[in-house]
């Protein structure tokens, strides 16, 4: 099975341990990895904000970069949720959307398609879920608490492979942590608050990290927590998965 | 560049002392629902069918409006149309003048709201009197709405205490709700009694058999209609379903999303005038029929204005009612503003995180959230797109389309780190109103990446 990874531009700079972490994982799956160099940014931040059509290009290069593999896996639900649900939109017309409908989360591909039943590492502590918006409810990582349909998590289900670890949740399980892209730059009020509020509840767990699919939610609950000098780490779902790797 | 929403939200958070209180409060309405919606077996399945129904009957609106008001007008109903709100207002109050009446008492109506019929009417010396208590409230305050099923949750026991003393005479003091719930009766008692019409508007108009359907939790709505020997129905275009089994539908789901109710506590059903009254329905288009035509849009007319879709939003719980510049908040008040005027109304459309939340607790599955994403798609065309972001996404383009420079810029980002918080906290940076910056790695995962290929290259990996 050939892998094409794709590393979102935000992990890149900011959390290139979460992409070393996704690759060793997949390595240690046994699966044929590629990380096409060329690659930067989905395009998400700018469509989000209003700029849709400046990511156009991004697609193209995208589907470009990564049509030949079987699947395209990305340690970010929301990223590979803009780039299934919204690329094939954007390319209408123009170019078939191959590699957006092959894109996974990481978590979905090691649940859904490798059905993973065993992890080598040990992860000893307590931690966190951030079940964050997309991932729960474009990606259907797990039930959204809104809807009537049997309970699942899929992220649970993969952390609890990994020896040693105790997964808890926060309270309102899956309410938005206030990121929203460039919503944090221009509604900072209400970002904050939302931010300070999912800190909050994570903390009340007891928990000694958060841990989530999405490094941007953490990024913003990370920036909260170091101005208000919050004692609480943070840590990506596939670094604890690839632990001992 | 701050939205008028940004700004009025930081000025909520920022000196309401009840700001955390809303939005647990607007929670518990949520958790309510919740435990409502998974009562239900088939809660899901009520979901699509009532959804269904909506499309259908909205794209068949013309069938189902003459259906309607032809059993309504056999039923003896007068039936009117308004193709705006001027039009529906002049209709009201001709319609008052020829009875000669002076008060008209009313229960809860947004569409009323949207019209401005209130101040249009008491211009022209009809005294209105809302009979909703929290409508009552609000309109002795001079206060508007804030959320569209629970209008007044924002005001407290004590300030309606005080609202009370001064305008209806009750007791020094006495912040009982239940007491001043018994205050409100009583001088309601007396509006009934000496209003010369009754208006409600409409949650639901069945065109098999030309009822009108109206929802309420206090009786009030019937009470409106039981005293005056007018009653005039407003109702919006799009409330028409098309037969009893349908409204079965809305009737199991509207309560239960709004208020986490099984049922409301009265539906009343409006057929005919009473003997010695008449009964009039007045049909307000006021640009529904342009948002059918809508093709990203015309699914908000299927809305049944339940309301829960701000209880469960998280930017309406934490900014309140009165930050979003339309006169419905919230997620259906975002997209509803933008199609009533999308300059005007462009301010809210920052107001949202794109959680999805919404999207999920619409009874009638009203894809909110997609529509925000749309509607923020058109704001530069008009003038509305925020500079910063703008320029942000524009050099974000040109970066990520150059794998080139986007390496270089990676090299350069951790300088980043080492900038003075003066210019990384400066105005443009709402980044640094609540947050810290993120570190920048001194090598992004790219290069780490080269070294790993090579390393593997050498041992002949690949
Ligand atoms: S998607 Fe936007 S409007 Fe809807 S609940 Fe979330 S934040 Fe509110
Ligand atoms: S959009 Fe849906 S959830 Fe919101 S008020 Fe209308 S029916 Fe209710």
Redesign the interface.
């Known amino acids: 099975m050939k892998i094409g990874l794709f ?1 979102p ?1 935000y ?10 972490a996704a ?1 060793k994982l997949l390595k240690h799956l046994q699966l044929d990895v590629t ?1 096409p ?5 989905c ?1 998400q ?11 156009v ?2 697609a193209g ?1 995208y589907e470009d970069m990564f049509q030949t593999f079987d699947y395209v896996v990305a340690p970010s639900a929301s990223c590979t949720a803009f780039v299934r649900f919204n690329y094939p939109r954007l390319m209408k017309g123009k170019q078939r959307c191959e590699a957006a409908e092959k894109t996974m989360d990481i978590c979905e591909f090691l649940h859904d398609v490798l059905r993973v039943t065993s992890l080598p590492g040990k992860f000893p502590h307590k931690v966190s879920l951030h079940n964050s ?2 991932g729960v ?2 990606l259907g990582l797990s039930s ?6 049997p309970k699942f998590n899929k992220i649970k289900d993969l952390l609890s492979l990994v020896e040693g670890i105790t997964v808890v949740e926060p309270e ?1 399980v899956d ?2 942590c ?20 999912k800190l909050e509840r994570h903390i009340d767990t007891g928990a000694e990290f958060i841990t989530g699919p999405d490094s941007s939610c953490l ?2 609950l ?3 927590a ?2 208000l000098k919050k004692d609480i780490k943070f840590i990506h779902v596939v670094q604890i998965l690839a632990a001992g790797l | 560049m701050s939205t008028l929403h940004s700004k009025a939200a930081q000025r909520f958070l920022e000196t309401n002392k009840n700001a955390r209180w809303h939005d647990d409060t607007f929670w518990v309405l949520r958790a309510k629902r919740d435990v409502m919606a998974h009562e239900l077996d088939e809660w899901e399945r009520l979901r699509d069918v009532a959804c269904a129904i909506k499309r259908h009957t909205v794209t068949h609106l013309d069938r189902y409006l003459e259906q309607f008001v032809g059993n309504a007008e056999r039923n003896g109903i007068h039936v009117h149309w308004a193709k705006d709100a001027e039009e529906f207002n002049q209709t009201v109050l001709s319609m008052l003048r020829k009875q000669g009446v002076k008060k008209m008492v009313k229960s809860k109506s947004m569409l009323t709201e949207e019209c401005g019929m209130n101040p249009y009417l008491e211009s022209h010396g009809i005294d209105v009197v809302e009979t909703d208590l929290g409508e009552r409230i609000l309109q002795l305050m001079h206060k508007r709405p804030c959320h569209i099923v629970v209008p007044a949750v924002h005001i407290t026991q004590e300030e309606v205490g005080h609202l009370f003393e001064e305008k209806l005479g009750s007791e020094k003091g006495n912040y009982d709700p239940t007491y001043l719930t018994y205050q409100a009766r009583l001088s309601l008692r007396d509006e009934f009694m000496t209003a010369g019409a009754g208006m409600t508007g409409a949650n639901f108009g069945v065109a098999e058999t030309g009822d009108v359907v109206v929802c309420t939790n206090e009786g009030n709505a019937d009470m409106s209609t039981s005293m005056p020997k007018l009653q005039i129905v407003a109702m919006g275009l799009e409330k028409i379903v098309p037969d009893y089994k349908s409204l079965a539908v809305f009737q199991r789901l509207l309560c239960r999303a709004a208020t986490g109710q099984p049922t409301t506590s009265f539906t009343s059903h409006f057929r005919k005038a009473r003997p010695g009254a008449e009964m009039h329905i007045i049909l307000v288009d006021n640009g529904r029929t342009d948002i059918i035509g809508e093709p990203e849009h015309w699914e908000t007319l299927k809305c049944i204005r339940c309301g829960s879709c701000m209880n469960t939003c998280p930017v309406y719980r934490r900014s309140g009612g009165y930050s979003y510049t339309y006169f419905i908040p919230g997620p259906i008040g975002i997209n509803l503003g933008m199609l009533k005027d999308k300059v005007r109304y462009a301010d809210n459309v920052s107001a949202c995180t794109l959680c999805c939340s919404c999207d999920n607790v619409c009874p009638v599955k009203v894809n909110l959230s997609e529509q925000i994403y749309c509607w923020r798609q058109g704001l530069d065309s008009i003038g509305k797109a925020d500079l910063v972001k703008k320029s942000m996404s524009l050099g974000m383009k040109y970066l990520f389309n150059h794998p080139q420079m986007y390496d270089t810029a990676l090299k350069f980002a951790p300088i980043t780190n080492h900038l003075p918080h003066v210019l990384m906290y400066n105005k443009l940076n709402g980044w640094g109103y609540g947050h810290e910056m993120p570190v920048f790695k001194k090598q992004p995962f790219h290069e780490i990446a080269r070294n790993i290929l090579k390393d593997e290259d050498k041992k002949g990996n690949i």
């Open positions: 590393i531009c992990v890149d700079a900011l959390y290139p341990e979460v992409g070393v690759y990380y160099m060329n690659q930067t940014c395009g931040p700018m469509a989000n904000a209003g700029f849709e059509r400046e990511a290009s991004l290069r918006c997309h409810r474009e959204p608490s809104e809807c009537n349909m309102r309410e938005c206030g990121f929203g892209g460039m919503f944090s730059i221009e509604e900072p009020a209400v970002s904050t608050r939302m931010g300070t509020d990024m913003h990370e920036g909260v170091r101005r």
